[in-house]
């Protein structure tokens, strides 16, 4: 047996390094899972152990591998500790109208509106916040605004909301780290109190970003100038929902959200154009180190285009792994390798380690895990193909190719995308076999060379042609979202289950030998996990105006008041796309199965029912049968419950998110 596992590992040579970021990683999704948080030395103390384990164990490989891998956890653990603790604490937002004033750090472009993000933000003349505040202006505001700007305004701000269900979105973890404090409204125009400091770099780079937003759309209908403004700017915001959801359900929601793909595309049309100029003169070509050089270009152009759309972090990541890649060209080394997609994975976790629970970081590097294993399995056979075909065999592989691309790309980032959206398209692989030649080909060189021509005023020449792909793919998306199940609704995901899949799959990609096989016995059985698990029996919104109570086979939905979007939205796949039938009760009380709805206190008491669920507080008029009503929601956020005959399983919200520092205060 230890012979067999020693010539295991010889063969597996090089690659038990790239388990150093997957056990950052898992240590990272350990420091978020903790109901409270560890205390200050914790952070420290773990890395100096592991470190003196490492230098103890140095002469001996496994244990030298073993103090490895628990000091690459510990630093991920202790590096998500730091970056909570370096975030400006959360911040009470009063309710009511009330005056804020601040200063322009990003102007976004929505349908119909604008909307500002304030730094230093002032509440009613207060001392200025640490954390920003987004203000959605009126539609008929016309206010010239710019960047760097001091403005004042009446609004309506609102924190970020709990999650609609257990385990559900977490909108405030987001905000926490994206140094947000609240959103809001303006009730009036917004008024400039003071001009913007000459000479900032941002603000710069933002007026310049409005600016290109405005020249496109000069010259382009809302339709398509949109998209080319994502594409140029990163400002995704200006798109109709309409068009934006058939994005989504042709599986191109990765072409509108500006990150690895657009920097890789950008990258090498800088890297191509750079090295046929330098070979175009023979002495230059002879001379000069053309393919370093072009490389150089490579990595300035990304740089460029990352800061020109806004610098946020898909693209930041998206950079450091191209700029890893054309380093390794101008090396001589493999471009694209395990090794530099780990080195990629370490910094980002080391910088954001909040990354690890985005979709960006999961989708992206499983996909680049995908398309390394995939392609290193087929790279002899596909040798052997080109050494022997002929031209049209060699364009039938490049066809092949890329459908093997989008297969492996969109079925390894699939799962994440379902466990985060609870959604699945389906048509995948036809959508991105069109859009992403076209945007790679077509649509991106031209909207680079409008860039180009703006200074001169000549930006229509690139942009009407630019205009004619972008609508191909616009008709594209807009027939594959009416095509049969486009949009497959799905439950929620337990965290078990994704953890299961994400271990298998990179299990799977790794490994060199047959053992790697065994990644896929971790996919079925986090599939399995995924398929016994059962939706709740009973929601209730953090604020108990909706509630929802499956009296099978239908599910009913009780609101007081208008019904809220956004939790109707969340709530929508936690029954696999159900409907909800909306309930009325004809009196104070109705029964719906075991479970008792109440609009009030009943007279009579409750009941023999499992379980008894009111908008209102109930105060006791149920005597033992437990209670799930609108003073309990308020003390533990949104609830789900479970009946099983007789009994019954709860979890609230306050359990699932623990008392952490991006969490809002529950009252005791």
């Not at 799930?628 to 609830?639: E, H, K, P």
Request: charged share 10%; proline share 8%.
């Amino acid at each position: 047996m230890r012979d067999a596992f020693a010539k295991w590992a010889e063969a597996e040579r090089g690659r038990f390094s790239l388990l150093l970021p997957v056990a950052m990683g898992a240590a990272i999704l350990v420091y978020f899972a903790l109901p409270a948080e560890p205390p200050p030395w914790l952070g420290i103390t773990l890395p100096i152990l592991s470190l003196i384990a490492l230098a103890a164990g140095w002469r001996h490989p496994y244990w030298r591998f073993a103090a490895a891998l628990a000091l690459a956890a510990s630093l991920g653990f202790a590096r998500a500790e730091w970056r909570t603790a370096a975030q400006p604490p959360l911040i009470t937002i009063p309710s009511g109208p009330i005056g804020l004033s601040g200063t322009i750090a990003r102007i976004d472009l929505l349908p119909g509106a604008r909307r500002l993000t304030l730094a230093h933000p002032s509440l009613d003349g207060a001392a200025p916040l640490p954390r920003t505040i987004r203000l959605r202006l009126r539609g008929t505001d016309a206010t010239p605004l710019s960047v760097g700007e001091a403005v004042r305004a009446y609004a309506m701000l609102f924190p970020p909301d709990r999650p609609a269900y257990p385990g559900g979105w977490d909108q405030g973890r987001q905000d926490f780290f994206a140094g947000l404090a609240a959103s809001g409204f303006a009730l009036g125009d917004v008024s400039i109190t003071a001009p913007a400091p000459p000479g900032a770099l941002a603000a710069w780079l933002q007026n310049l970003r409005a600016g290109i937003a405005l020249r496109i759309l000069r010259v382009l209908p809302v339709s398509t100038g949109s998209i080319a403004v994502t594409l140029l700017t990163g400002d995704e915001q200006a798109i109709p929902a309409a068009e934006h959801d058939n994005f989504i359900a042709a599986g191109l929601a990765h072409i509108l959200a500006v990150a690895g793909l657009h920097a890789g595309i950008v990258m090498g049309l800088f890297f191509s154009a750079t090295r046929f100029l330098l070979t175009r003169h023979e002495r230059l070509a002879l001379r000069l180190p053309v393919k370093p050089l072009a490389a150089a270009a490579a990595l300035l152009g990304g740089a460029a285009y990352a800061a020109l759309t806004g610098a946020h972090l898909p693209i930041l990541r998206s950079l450091a792994m191209a700029s890893l890649v054309t380093l390794g060209v101008f090396m001589g080394r493999r471009a694209i390798s395990f090794r530099g997609l780990a080195i990629a994975a370490t910094l980002i976790m080391l910088v954001t380690p909040e990354a690890v629970l985005g979709v960006s970081f999961q989708m992206s590097f499983s996909a680049v895990l995908a398309l390394i294993a995939g392609f290193a399995a087929v790279q002899h056979a596909m040798a052997r193909f080109h050494a022997a075909s002929s031209r049209a065999g060699s364009f039938a592989m490049h066809g092949a190719a890329l459908a093997y691309t989008s297969l492996l790309a969109g079925g390894a980032s699939m799962p994440f995308a379902a466990y985060q959206f609870q959604q699945v398209q389906p048509y995948w692989i036809p959508a991105n076999l069109l859009a992403v030649p076209l945007t790679a080909l077509w649509i991106l060189p031209l909207g680079l060379l409008a860039l180009a021509l703006m200074p001169l005023g000549l930006q229509a020449l690139a942009l009407l042609p630019m205009a004619r792909g972008i609508a191909i793919i616009l008709w594209v998306t807009a027939r594959i979202a009416t095509w049969p199940a486009a949009m497959l609704r799905i439950q929620p995901m337990p965290s078990l289950a994704i953890l299961l899949i994400a271990a298998g799959l990179i299990w799977l990609c790794i490994w060199r030998g047959t053992p790697r096989f065994a990644g896929l016995v971790l996919m079925l059985a986090g599939l399995a996990v995924y398929a016994a698990a059962r939706p709740p029996d009973i929601l209730v919104s953090p604020g108990a105006e909706l509630i929802a109570i499956r009296a099978a086979p239908r599910i009913f939905l009780i609101s007081r008041g208008k019904p809220q979007s956004y939790t109707l939205a969340q709530w929508a796949p936690v029954w696999a796309g159900t409907p909800l039938t909306p309930a009325r009760c004809t009196q104070n009380t109705c029964r719906l199965g075991a479970v008792l709805f109440a609009l009030s206190p009943p007279p009579g008491g409750c009941g023999d029912v499992v379980v008894a669920v009111s908008p209102e507080p109930l105060r006791g008029a149920c005597g033992n049968t437990p209670v799930i009503d609108r003073l309990s929601v308020y003390r533990n956020g949104a609830t789900a419950a479970w009946i099983t005959g007789r009994s019954l399983t709860l979890l609230t919200d306050r359990a699932v998110q623990g008392a952490r520092p991006w969490v809002v205060f529950y009252p005791k």
